[in-house]
């Protein structure tokens, strides 16, 4: 399978973009996809889960409360609803598919397909 993300850009703080991450090819295997961002010199870390059998979702507590994650089945999407961004948020914004039964955002390693990233950039 292939992701693909699209949506990324620059923003004032206190702004809203919102990001896509659009599949294609072979999926199947995958139960979630997943939102990581990687800032400048640290590690990627993750942001938001979508269970696509079931619906559940999950956050990083650094963005409950300003970021939504949806899917969308008959687009074969899953977006990211960013909000009341903030500097700190400035990172590239990754997707990634995967398998699994966490009741939090998994670690990086867990997942199987990546998309290439797509930049947010938030000035204050």
């Known amino acids: 399978g292939e992701l693909q993300e699209a949506g990324g850009g620059s923003v004032q703080a206190g702004g809203s973009l919102r990001l896509s991450c659009a599949a294609s090819?072979?999926?199947?295997?995958?139960?979630?996809v997943a939102w990581f961002l990687q800032a400048p010199g640290t590690e990627r870390e993750g942001v938001a889960i979508q269970y696509t059998v079931g619906g559940a979702t999950y956050y990083a507590d650094s963005v409950k409360g300003r970021f939504t994650i949806t899917e969308d089945n008959a687009k074969n999407t899953v977006s990211l609803q960013m909000s009341g961004l903030k500097s700190e948020d400035t990172a590239m914004f990754y997707c990634?598919?995967?398998?699994?039964?966490?009741?939090?955002?998994?670690?990086?390693?867990?997942?199987?397909?990546w998309g290439k990233g797509t930049l947010v950039s938030i000035s204050s």
């Open positions: 990634a598919a995967g398998f699994g039964a966490w009741t939090r955002v998994p670690p990086p390693t867990a997942m199987d397909y």
């Open positions: 090819g072979a999926t199947d295997g995958n139960n979630c």
